[in-house]
């Protein structure tokens, strides 16, 4: 379970960061499957745990009837040796007074045992649910940040198109003004005087045709394609 802490460590530190933002860059499934790693290493711990709790009860078992051993020989020896009723019953009260003090003392080992395999396992939940939870918001985190980043990228992208379309818009504008002077600037016919040879067309001359130029049209969002 250690080692699979250790490699979440190092996966947050050898992730790639986000330029601008102080944030690292992971890999969701890598994180994710660390996460299912500790998952399956958790329920180890809690055999562990009950192992811990069944040799502590076995511990108790052999305590128990080591004591109950003592106090038989005890009983037997003092029933052989001692014929007075009294000391044979003092000697039967302390041996209920030790075969009470160890079921008690079994008895507080044995929840004490309980409490702590308890405290273990809300605490691994805990730090589990813990980890968890830092991992998604750290990916919520980063994730919010690439997107700004993206979008600054396409609105100064976004304000370039729109210079470069001013400039072309401009130019556009320029040459058709340029060709309506060449119109203008035409001789007139004479009013008077004898017959002349009938004008050329601009075709024949060679001159340049005025083109027409189409109406302007907005520029398209860039934001739109998305």
């Known amino acids: 379970m250690q080692e699979a802490l250790n490699q979440i460590e190092e996966l947050i530190l050898d992730s790639p960061r986000v330029p601008m933002s102080g944030r690292t860059l992971i890999n969701e499934d890598d994180i994710l499957d660390q996460l299912d790693s500790v998952r399956v290493n958790l329920p180890s ?3 562990e745990a009950t192992q811990l709790l069944q040799q502590r009860e076995e511990i108790l078992t052999e305590a128990e009837q080591y ?3 003592i106090v038989a020989t005890a009983e037997k020896q003092a029933a052989a040796i001692l014929n007075d009723m009294a000391i044979v019953r003092q000697a039967e009260q302390q041996a209920q007074q030790l075969r009470s003090q160890t079921e008690q003392e079994a ?4 929840a004490k045992t309980m409490a702590e395999i308890e405290q273990l396992q809300r605490q691994a939940r805990q ?3 813990d980890m968890r939870s ?3 918001t750290e990916c919520q985190a980063i994730q919010q940040d690439a997107d700004a980043y993206a979008d600054q990228v396409l609105q100064r992208m976004e304000g370039q198109f729109t210079e470069m379309l001013g400039v072309l818009r401009n130019g556009r504008q320029q040459l058709y003004t340029k060709q309506q002077r060449i119109i203008e600037a035409e001789p007139e016919p ?3 005087g004898p017959p002349m040879a009938e004008p050329r067309s601009r075709q024949q001359v060679g ?3 005025p083109r027409s130029v189409p109406p302007l ?3 398209r969002n860039p934001r739109q394609r998305r």
Do not use: G
């Open 45 to 47: 711990a809690f055999e």
């Open 67 to 69: 004591a109950q051993e």
């Open 107 to 110: 008895a507080a080992l044995r």
């Open 127 to 129: 730090e589990w649910e």
């Open 134 to 136: 830092r991992a998604v």
């Open 190 to 192: 004479p009013r008077a």
């Open 207 to 209: 001159m340049p045709q």
């Open 217 to 219: 049209q907005p520029p």
